[in-house]
């Protein structure tokens, strides 16, 4: 019965610190996500770029098609949106943040872009990785719904 009891009381507390841990990847995903809105809301695309992996194997994947690389998507967004016009201000809507093993983490949602040469909406899937101890967007799938 001892045993039992000891082997509950583990499941119980290793269940406990998973919740724990998800919990607190999520609340982290959120804090740079919410950084990168307000980044572009301060038309910084620079610091809006940082949280994403500055890497040759981050993927952009919009209307235009798969993009490659980290300074081809700064490059993509500064095609896209030339002026502080252009950026608006941006809002998004969290519809779904999931772990796909430790480490990594999905999200999808929405994002509203506010502006005077013309308000647009969409959906982007995100995949994020823990890397060196940071949150970083590996993957970004983004698509206007208007």
């Known amino acids: 019965m001892k045993k039992v009891l000891i082997l509950f009381l583990f499941i119980a507390t290793y269940s406990f610190a998973q919740e724990t841990n998800i ?23 620079e610091t ?21 690389g980290w300074q081809s998507t700064l490059e993509r967004y500064k095609k896209s949106y ?3 016009e252009h950026f608006g201000k941006l809002r998004f809507v969290f519809n779904d943040i999931s ?3 430790d480490g990594a983490y999905s999200v ?8 005077k040469v013309g308000n647009t909406n969409g959906i982007f899937m995100l995949i994020l990785k823990q890397i060196n101890g ?12 208007n």
Do not use: C
């Not at 990847?25 to 038309?43: F, H, R, V």
């Not at 809006?48 to 490659?68: D, H, P, R, T």
């Open 23 to 45: 919990a607190d990847d999520k609340k982290a995903i959120i804090t740079l996500l919410t950084a990168q809105k307000d980044a572009w809301n301060n038309y910084d695309i």
């Open 48 to 68: 809006f770029m940082e949280g994403y992996w500055k890497s040759e194997e981050l993927k952009f994947y919009g209307a235009g098609g798969v993009i490659k």
């Open 82 to 84: 030339p002026t502080k």
């Open 99 to 101: 772990k796909i093993n």
């Open 108 to 115: 999808m949602g929405e994002y509203h872009l506010t502006r």
């Open 134 to 145: 940071e949150w970083k967007v590996i993957a970004d799938t983004s698509a206007k719904v």
